[in-house]
């Protein structure tokens, strides 16, 4: 079984080998290695704590911690999507954190979503929800609707997610939305 602290050593060793350093904010830092930690307990390897994985080794293989969109979106914009890995100037707080656009190329992110309109095995079962609601997979897991306080991304799933994929605000920003009306997850 995977340790947080084997999680970080990973994250740390790999961070020196490319000159990166990792997110100085020690809690946030402990939610993404939580994530990943959490996400190679489920699928087996550390996914992207702020993407949808698929649960298929190779359709995740561009997610797969440090992911293929690293290193140029440390070179643009000083951080990776997830703000893990970063470059000294923004570590030192001389450049301020903001959010950067998604890289990964759409199809990818579309095949993860069509993944979970599917039928639903035990290991999507807390991946975001996307489908129309008419036509979910029932499934024993309560999935609601959460939105991040700070920006109002909304995103539906069982439990919010760790980091906010679009404002990097932590999993205590989300807020559940009550509709009062049921979904079947
Ligand atoms: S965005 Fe950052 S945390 Fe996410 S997989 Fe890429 S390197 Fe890892």
């Known amino acids: 079984m995977t340790t947080l602290e084997k999680v970080r050593q990973r994250a740390e060793s790999d961070a020196k080998t490319y000159g990166y350093y990792l997110n100085p904010d020690p809690d946030f830092l402990q939610d993404l290695l939580e994530g990943l930690r959490k996400n190679e307990e489920r699928y087996g390897y550390p996914s992207c704590p702020c ?3 698929n649960g298929n080794l190779e359709l995740d293989r561009d997610i797969i911690c440090p992911c293929d969109y690293r290193d140029p979106d440390v070179a643009e914009f000083g951080t990776c999507y997830c703000a893990l890995y ?20 759409v199809e990818k ?10 039928t639903t095995p035990t290991a999507t079962l807390e991946k975001t929800e996307t489908k129309p609601q008419q036509t979910q997979t029932p499934s024993t897991v309560k999935k609601k609707l959460w939105y991040c306080k700070q920006c109002g991304y909304v995103i539906f799933r069982e439990d919010p997610p760790y980091v906010c994929p679009i404002c990097k605000a932590k999993r205590e920003m989300f807020a559940e939305i009550k509709t009062g009306i049921t979904i079947q997850g």
């Open 86 to 105: 970063m470059r000294k100037d923004l570590y030192e707080g001389k450049t301020p954190i903001t959010p950067i656009p998604e890289r990964r190329p």
């Open 51 to 53: 993407r949808l994985a």
């Open 109 to 118: 992110q579309a095949r993860a979503y069509t993944a979970i309109t599917s």
